[in-house]
């Protein structure tokens, strides 16, 4: 089983749609949480991150941590055809980042 | 430079070849990270240094792969005797602390080994 689990996608919707995009993970030692946007061919491109349990809320863009849960969560609301990329959850205890495969997202007009 | 740069862009070289893979850090950055990413997946973690120094290598695969970050600015990653499977996308990051909660990555070296 993999530290960190997350769902490849492709995940397809139409413009203005709320975008639910998720990461479970094992290690109960992770503290902080981060979302990174990748385009194609490009590195990834750090949008939020959040320092253990609770939300955090960014322009359409909000985080959440569920430690308990073990369970992580990116909301993009008023989706938008620029959002298209590929969104990867990492997360860390110390000083490397543990990366998810990556969710696909396809925002059509 | 106003981010990470990386150099070459893309790289193409023979099996059994050496490589060397640059990576220049933001400016005043102390933490360099190198990861690799491959077609599909996440970036895997490889070297982490802090300074001149190589905090962790635990993510290196074998003997084959080395980086130095000789000035505590610019890194180079090093790879001997390449092999076919070593193609993947080579990304280097910087942060201003070791807490890596702000990591900043560069475009990547696309490295084909044929």
């Known amino acids: 089983q993999k530290e960190v689990e997350q769902d490849p996608g492709p995940l397809s919707v139409p413009e203005g749609a709320i975008v639910s995009l998720n990461c479970t993970y094992s290690?109960?030692?992770?503290?902080?949480f981060m979302w990174y946007r990748q385009y194609s061919r490009k590195g990834p491109e750090l949008l939020m991150y959040?320092?253990?349990?609770g939300n955090k809320e960014d322009g359409r863009f909000t985080a959440q941590v569920d430690k308990s849960s073990k369970y992580i969560s990116l909301f993009i609301r008023d989706s938008q055809p620029s959002d298209s990329a590929t969104y990867l959850c990492?997360?860390?205890?110390?000083?490397?980042?543990?990366f998810g495969t990556g969710t696909r997202l396809q925002v059509f007009p | 430079g106003a981010g990470v740069s990386q150099t070459p862009s893309n790289k193409v070289t023979e099996k059994g070849k050496y490589v060397e893979l640059r990576c220049d850090p933001i400016?005043?950055?102390?933490?360099l990270y190198w990861y690799r990413q491959s077609l599909g997946q996440g970036p895997e973690f490889l070297i982490y240094?802090?300074?001149?120094?190589?905090?962790?290598d635990s993510g290196l695969p074998n003997d084959r792969f080395f980086a130095v970050r000789p000035e505590g600015s610019v890194s180079t990653l090093k790879i001997q005797r390449t092999e076919r499977g070593d193609s993947a996308v080579y990304l280097c990051?910087?942060?201003?602390?070791?807490?890596?909660?702000?990591?900043?990555f560069g475009q990547g070296t696309r490295l084909t080994v044929v």
């Open positions: 240094f802090q300074g001149t120094g190589a905090a962790d």
């Open positions: 990051a910087s942060s201003l602390n070791s807490l890596n909660t702000e990591a900043f």
């Open positions: 959040t320092y253990s349990s």
């Open positions: 400016s005043g950055h102390t933490a």
């Open positions: 290690n109960s030692a992770f503290q902080y």
């Open positions: 990492a997360m860390s205890d110390t000083d490397k980042l543990i």
